[in-house]
């Protein structure tokens, strides 16, 4: 028996993460104020299922103990424990998800239980099941017979109909945290006399992103000789040392194309997993975050982090994810790079602005600062100059954020974000990177839009031209963009 299995919740005593869940369904079956259908929501390895089991074997337990649990000892709980128990039925909605396979459920539960005093059905991924399946399930939802009960776990509530949702009791699981993932696994260690390394420990809680079972699965793959190293962890999953993060980030931050270069060698050389090194590095630079925040290092800091978390979001995009990072790197520390190193600019309206989207500050009226170098003279100005008097320097940043506010100006915002723009004192040619974009700006109303949003801003009157260019550059950070 694996680990997982040997340490799995088996009463409300046992079950020590859910504690809001555990209280509530506790005090609900004590006052006998059950109902007939229950959904439990939330991530995978968090507990569903197990405490799903928990309570139908509640329901079922003909000698409850005196702190309100199952008693493990009667025959109903024995036959449960043997797999032999045939009221308590679990169905995997994944590979049962058509209208016939619930009409089926439906037709067995007009029966009475075999043995116990209800008949339950866990059904577990219960989002997976189709349109006609649901409105087959919301029938029996709706008018159960009195010995079924219903117990459905999902980890994607909104594709769940809200017919069914309101007709069960829901329960919202929380996030397991990695210092109660590592409490566990120190009991684990305990209770078979493993010796496990502290760091190691808090390595697979960090790994295993709050998934109680992926921890504990990875605790007895590398509980080699009953001793868990950190050694064991970082050789075979592919992992690299604190003291590389902190030399390849500050490489990267002092752009030393060369020690980049050696960096990104060895890691090739290590045969070292993307994602995971990428996990890795997030996880430091979130780190290095929190302790800068008031130092300088800080928006250089949430520029790299911005920027791997944009490489990860790629990564099932690529062909090969090694060489895509190596790109992505190199363009990172390129001279001829975009890529700002000041990301909080004091004139910008945003927090963060992207290369693309830089601040223009063409000069408007040419003829206006030549009068104001040389000495002021009473002469009326021309109509026209007194309108540029008034305007403010053109900021396309400024621009996105107020469209992006917008209902319905989200996309319009993004396709601005991908293009390239081109102001003089007369107009305003905006470059799209794809045809599709063009067509989606290219329109008149779009244009007077725009028109009225920059007079509005920054006070000047500018003709809006759209123009589609074929340029590769242009469409690199428009990918980027989206």
Not at 137 to 148: A, Q, R, T
Not at 376 to 397: M, W
Request: one cysteine or more; aromatic letters at 14%.
């Amino acid at each position: 028996m694996s680990l997982y299995q040997k340490y799995r919740p088996k009463d409300f005593e046992s079950l020590i993460w859910q504690e809001f869940v555990k209280i509530s369904l506790q005090n609900a079956l004590i006052q006998d104020k059950t109902v007939w259908a229950y959904l439990f929501y939330w991530s995978r390895g968090t507990g569903k299922t197990s405490v799903a089991r928990i309570l139908a074997r509640w329901f079922n337990c003909t000698a409850l103990t005196k702190e309100w649990n199952p008693c493990h000892k009667c025959d109903n709980c024995e036959s449960f424990n043997s797999g032999e128990f045939i009221d308590i039925i679990e169905i995997d909605a994944a590979s049962n998800t058509w209208v016939d396979n619930i009409r089926e459920l439906i037709e067995k539960a007009q029966f009475q239980p075999n043995q116990a005093k209800y008949k339950i059905y866990i059904i577990d991924e219960v989002h997976m099941l189709s349109k006609w399946a649901f409105n087959a399930l919301l029938k029996i939802l709706e008018e159960p017979p009195s010995h079924v009960k219903f117990i459905l776990a999902t980890t994607e509530i909104h594709k769940i109909p809200d017919t069914i949702i309101s007709r069960t009791q829901r329960y919202d699981f929380k996030k397991i945290t990695e210092s109660d993932i590592s409490d566990r696994l120190r009991h684990i260690s305990k209770s078979e006399d493993i010796i496990a390394d502290e760091a190691a420990l808090s390595l697979i809680a960090r790994l295993s992103k709050w998934w109680l079972r992926d921890a504990i699965s990875l605790f007895e793959q590398y509980s080699i000789g009953w001793h868990l190293k950190l050694e064991y962890l970082k050789h075979n999953l592919q992992l690299v040392w604190d003291e590389f993060l902190i030399e390849f980030s500050e490489n990267i931050l002092n752009k030393d194309k060369n020690k980049v270069i050696k960096n990104l060698e060895f890691l090739k050389w290590k045969w070292i997993d993307v994602k995971i090194f990428i996990e890795e590095m997030v996880f430091y630079l979130r780190n290095e975050l929190i302790t800068n925040f008031w130092k300088s290092e800080f928006n250089t800091y949430i520029e790299i982090f911005e920027a791997l978390q944009d490489i990860y979001s790629k990564l099932r995009f690529v062909p090969d994810t090694f060489s895509s990072l190596e790109i992505w790197i190199l363009k990172i520390i390129s001279d001829k790079s975009n890529f700002s190193w000041n990301i909080i600019k004091k004139e910008s309206p945003s927090s963060v602005i992207p290369a693309q989207a830089g601040i223009y500050k063409k000069d408007i009226s040419p003829k206006l600062e030549k009068e104001e170098k040389s000495p002021k003279k009473d002469v009326k100005e021309a109509p026209l100059e007194q309108e540029n008097k008034n305007s403010k320097p053109f900021n396309i940043a400024e621009l996105i954020e107020k469209i992006k506010k917008e209902a319905g100006k989200w996309f319009v915002a993004m396709t601005l974000r991908a293009s390239k723009f081109d102001i003089d004192e007369k107009k305003c040619i905006i470059r799209t990177s794809t045809k599709f974009n063009y067509d989606k700006l290219n329109t008149p109303e779009l244009r007077h839009y725009l028109n009225a949003k920059i007079e509005e801003l920054f006070g000047q009157n500018l003709s809006i031209l759209i123009e589609y260019s074929e340029d590769w550059d242009l469409l690199w950070e428009a990918l980027d963009v989206f």
